[in-house]
T-cell receptor, first 116, second 114 residues
Framework: GAVVSQHPSWVICKSGTSVKIECRSL??????MFWYRQFPKQSLMLMAT?????????EQGVEKDKFLINHASLTLSTLTVTSAHPEDSSFYIC????????????FGPGTRLLVL | GDSVTQMEGPVTLSEEAFLTINCTYT??????LFWYVQYPGEGLQLLLK?????DKGSNKGFEATYRKETTSFHLEKGSVQVSDSAVYFC?????????????FGKGTKLSVIP
């Protein structure tokens, strides 16, 4: 149980295009979803927290107009990287938690983004 | 702010060797502490956790004890296997004002050779 999937697992795009990454909780309803970014040999950095049906809360230094997060349902959150540039190339990881066990996050396998 | 420092890798061990991965933290209040493991090509999985001082978390032969006096949560295993090869992340959870946020260390890559 408690499986989180991400799609796509790999994406290569041209500079200036927008990329959408999906995060789904497959067998539970996720009241909260988190988006992280991981640079090589670095820790996971929290980008934003989203609760179903409300606007995402972004961490300091994360551009909300560049990284659009939508949490439209209890099983799906999307991260859209708008007008992507090479410096946005990274590994993006989502996680999800349920209201009754908010101290536990279930992680997706991550999405590798390469912007040319 | 809260932070987690863990030993830099990579760590390479022979099968059946003893493993220690050091982790120390800085936090206000009393966070919960976690070890996550990331196997190649997979997402992070919770390995073990401890929620208060002197608690010992354990799973799959791995152990870690929450040491408030030294602000540490070192990961240990008495005899590692090749299947333990992965990246290990130490993390703390701060919960306050209804929010739950994890702060991660940089991760330590472990390679176990036969």
């Amino acid at each position: 149980g408690a499986v989180v999937s991400q799609h796509p697992s790999w994406v290569i795009c041209k500079s200036g295009t927008s990329v959408k990454i999906e995060c789904r909780s497959l067998d539970f309803q996720a009241t909260t979803m988190f988006w992280y970014r991981q640079f090589p040999k670095q820790s996971l950095m929290l980008m934003a927290t989203s609760n179903e049906g409300s606007k995402a809360t972004y961490e300091q230094g994360v551009e909300k107009d560049k990284f659009l997060i939508n949490h439209a349902s209890l099983t799906l959150s999307t991260l859209t990287v708008t007008s992507a540039h090479p410096e946005d190339s990274s590994f993006y990881i989502c996680s999800a938690s349920v209201r009754t066990r908010q101290e536990t996050q279930y992680f997706g396998p991550g999405t590798r983004l390469l912007v040319l | 702010g809260d932070s987690v420092t863990q030993m830099e890798g990579p760590v390479t061990l022979s099968e059946e060797a003893f493993l220690t991965i050091n982790c120390t933290y800085t936090a206000t209040g009393y966070p919960s502490l976690f070890w996550y493991v990331q196997y190649p090509g997979e997402g992070l999985q919770l390995l073990l956790k401890a929620t208060k001082a002197d608690d010992k978390g354990s799973n799959k032969g791995f152990e870690a004890t929450y040491r408030k006096e030294t602000t540490s949560f070192h990961l240990e295993k008495g005899s590692v296997q090749v299947s333990d090869s992965a990246v290990y992340f130490c993390a703390l959870l701060y919960s306050g004002a209804g929010s739950y946020q994890l702060t991660f260390g940089k991760g330590t890559k472990l390679s176990v050779i036969p």
